[in-house]
């Protein structure tokens, strides 16, 4: 079991690297979700399976999926990567690298000293997952819930939007499901304005 | 079991399945013949069974093509997703009381896992192939699965509560005095069109429309990599036939005078025929209207199914 964690533990430090260093945005993020299976991996080998399965199906499933999906369409080419070199100059990394560096030391220094505890391979069930969220943390969990709900209230009222314009067709149908309402309020379409009733009759047939 | 059976069962999954992948080309033609009255592949060989040879020959020979403007490594990483998250998800199924390969303890959760990296094939599919078309069908793929995903998990939560487990032959065990369908005929019918939306088959081929969008996300594909997707297609129909017969009808349970497996296959069977008669008669939503009925109908009724079955077994517990 330890030579499995330790050999996604090296796989989720070698993806997250390349995510950093990827000059194309979408090639990051795939080795982002790469780096998520890692660590789901990670998971697996320390006896967490019900997290690491979360891990893939939220994080590597559902989140990465928005954010390729957001880049996709923002059609970046090469200029992005270009940007992204000139980002990607020493002056900028250099700094946090040697406070890393700094961190990776310490760690080492921590390994051959060998002091450190063994790695706990307790199997955590998903029924023990369950019973410590609705018991133990069950406020935590209901917050949680009242902090997505208002993430989703407010993209719901962000993403509703009246329709401005119309097409002809439509336009027709709902002139006419007003006029039955009593509402007389016109839409206008700026499109197919110019035609004649009787034109705009056969049309709709 | 040693480790040579252990092998011994997955090269026999997977050679069973690809098989049947294979062969599903001429089911499929057949049957859809069948119910449009015509008579569909009859000449090569017996009832026409060699158009699969056919079929496969003509995808390893034609031009494996990767067009200039496509972004080269995500183009050729796309179609190999598919198949390898839908052959990973057989992992876990129960064909019979020994045939499984593993016996995970969050089994379940396992098969949700792969489906929903399944978008990934669309979705980088059709951006490396750079392609507005392409695109198009990508950004539909990726939002009717990532909707369809949601109630596919929870539409399998009612079977879990009654189980009280995620493992596949705990569930396949729980269904010895009566099949789950009986108790979970919604959670059912919800798995089942989710199915349908999350291995992208017509009616709900949004993604392909071949109509509006030639061929969506794999319109750049040739050759054999496009072989890959259609592959995908038709392993993605089996393991949803599979999943819900052990989800709701019973998996390898069945009379004693014939081997578990058999009845596995046969059921597995019938829900093959099932997505392939849902392709021969219903004709496609809009994309608008497919998410709308996704997000406003069957969320609230999967949601409901569970709280009704959470307080039923509450109810009888006591």
């Known amino acids: 079991m330890s030579t499995l964690f330790y050999l996604s533990s090296l796989v989720a430090i070698v993806a997250t690297l390349m995510v950093i260093t990827r000059y194309h945005p979408i090639h990051a993020l795939l080795y982002l979700v790469v780096s998520f299976l890692a660590v789901a991996m990670i998971f697996l080998s320390l006896g967490a399976p019900f997290v690491a ?7 590597a499933g559902a989140i990465m999926v928005l954010f390729i999906f957001v880049v996709m369409m923002l059609n970046l080419d090469k200029d992005t990567a270009l940007q992204e070199k000139q980002w990607l100059r020493p002056r900028v990394w250099v700094g946090p690298a040697l406070l890393t560096l700094v ?3 310490e760690i080492g220094v921590l390994l051959v000293r060998g002091d450190l505890p063994a790695l706990q391979l307790a199997v955590v069930t998903p029924r023990q997952v369950a019973l410590s969220l609705y018991g133990e943390y069950l406020i935590a ?5 009242f902090l997505l709900m208002a993430g989703i209230v407010g993209a719901a009222h962000i993403g509703k939007h009246k329709k401005e314009s119309l097409h002809r067709f439509l336009r027709e149908e709902t ?22 009733e009787k034109e705009r009759k056969t049309w709709q047939l | 079991m040693t480790v040579f ?20 080309i001429w089911v499929e033609r057949r049957l859809l013949a069948l119910w449009q009255d015509r008579l569909g592949p009859n000449r090569a060989g017996p009832l026409g069974i060699f158009i699969v040879v056919a079929d496969t020959l003509k995808l390893f020979f034609k031009e494996d093509w990767i067009p200039p403007f496509a972004d080269k490594w995500v183009f050729v990483a796309a179609p190999a997703i598919v198949v390898a998250s839908v052959l ?15 016996d995970l303890n969050v089994g379940l959760l396992f098969f949700l896992a ?3 990296l399944g978008v990934y094939s669309i979705v980088l599919g059709g951006w490396a192939s750079n392609n507005k078309y392409s695109l198009l069908g990508a950004l539909r793929g990726a939002s009717q699965m990532m909707a369809y995903e949601v109630f596919m998990g929870l539409s399998l939560m009612g079977v879990v509560m009654l189980t009280g487990s995620f493992n596949l032959q705990d569930i396949v065990a729980a269904q010895r005095s009566m099949w789950f369908i009986v108790y979970q005929p919604l959670g059912f019918i919800l798995f089942f069109i989710a199915g349908v939306a999350e291995t992208h088959r017509l009616p709900f081929d949004i993604p392909e429309a071949e109509s509006e969008l030639i061929a969506g996300y794999h319109a750049e594909y040739s050759g054999m990599k496009f072989g890959m997707f259609f592959i995908g297609e038709y392993l993605g129909i089996t393991l949803i036939s599979a999943m819900t017969v052990t989800m709701f009808f019973g998996g390898w349970l069945g009379p004693g005078f014939l081997p578990p497996w058999f009845w596995f296959g046969g ?7 099932l997505f392939i008669l849902l392709r021969a008669s219903l004709p496609r939503p809009r994309y608008d209207q497919l998410i709308g009925f996704g997000w406003k109908l069957l969320l609230p009724l999967v949601l409901a199914n569970l709280l009704v079955t959470g307080a039923v077994a509450l109810l009888l517990k006591k």
């Open chain 2, 267 to 273: 059921k597995t069977a019938i829900f093959i025929g």
């Open chain 2, 5 to 24: 059976q252990h092998i011994l069962i997955v090269l026999g999954v997977l050679f069973v399945l690809l098989t049947i992948a294979a062969g599903l």
């Open chain 2, 114 to 116: 792969m489906s929903s």
């Open chain 1, 175 to 196: 002139d006419a499901h007003e006029a039955s309402a009593g509402d007389a309020r016109e839409v206008h379409t700026g499109d197919g304005e110019g035609i004649p």
């Open chain 1, 53 to 59: 399965v979360l891990e893939v199906i939220i994080y």
């Open chain 1, 141 to 145: 969990v209901e917050l949680a819930g």
């Open chain 1, 103 to 105: 961190l990776l030391l």
């Open chain 2, 88 to 102: 990973m998800s057989f992992v876990i199924i129960p064909f019979s009381p020994v045939i499984v390969i593993a």
